[in-house]
């Protein structure tokens, strides 16, 4: 997957899917917990507080002797990671020189000694306000991440790209399941357009919080339709539909269709082509401004793994329920 490629999945380490910062060795300047905000760092000149400049992210204070500052982050479940963004916007004269990344697997907020750390990002030079993309090459779920920065200084944000991970048993065959949800390893394959908000929040747990918390497309100029793909995160047989525009209002969507199959082999690639001429899950059905549309599948296709999504002719959706039985045999 290339670095430009893993930035599409899902950023795991925010704080809505339950990510947290729960160690730093030392935050004098600037609070840890800023390291995983949802919002891009800002640069406020003038803001000051009682220990200096204000700062938006994770800072320590200059080291005065060996060893460098760490801090630990705990994701909200485990999640198989493809790449991450150590950003350090804003940071000029004060940045780390150099940053690394562990991975454990552990219970609880912060890993005890005997935890067994595993390097996942090897130490990188890092430039002053900047992002520094970097794809990992593992298919470990990990619970726990440890930024080394080296050997002190701030980092603005750091973004965990990837796929939220479930072990799926037997028991779950017969429970009813949002099985597009995040937290169920659900995950945003490819928009046509998002410009305005990315297919993954249609995906996240809860209710939107505004506008922006949705998946919406530009104003579309031309003749056609705007749509996405999502691959569940497990093959199955959806029972009920949720379409929520929560906060579209001169900008939902006229109406909204489903195509959906249960795909084998191929790449994300081909997926954009094969997806057209996919069976119809639920055909065209209106929309209204700022609501809930529950609706029932207009046809039976038994287990699938994909769907695609296809709004009339553009706009913006909140959040998009796919409720069934997965198919685990």
Known sequence: MTRTDFTKLVNLAQPRLGAKVTFATDDFFADKARLIS???????????????????????????????????????????IRGVDIDTSHFTGNFPPAASLDACVAEGDVPGEDAAWTEIVPATNLNGDSHHLIAVESDQPWTHLRLNIFPDGGVARLRVYGIMHKVWGKADAGMTIDLAALENGGRPVVANNEHFGVLANIMAPGKG?????????RRRREPGNDWAIIELGHAGTIEDILVDTAFFKGNFPSHISL??????????????????????LLSKQDLRADDEHPMKPTADLGPVSHVRINIFPDGGISRLRLMGKPHIG
Not at 40 to 63: C, L
């Open 209 to 217: 919080i505004n506008m922006g918390d949705g998946w919406e497309t």
């Open 38 to 80: 949802p919002e891009d760092a800002v640069f406020i000149p003038g803001k000051y507080d009682d220990n200096g400049k204000w700062m938006d992210g994770w800072e320590s204070r200059r080291k005065r002797g060996m060893g460098h500052d760490h801090a630990i982050i705990r994701l909200g479940q485990a999640g198989i």
């Open 259 to 280: 195509q959906a199959a249960l795909v084998t082999g191929g790449t994300d690639e081909s997926l954009t082509v094969e997806s057209q001429f996919w069976p119809e």
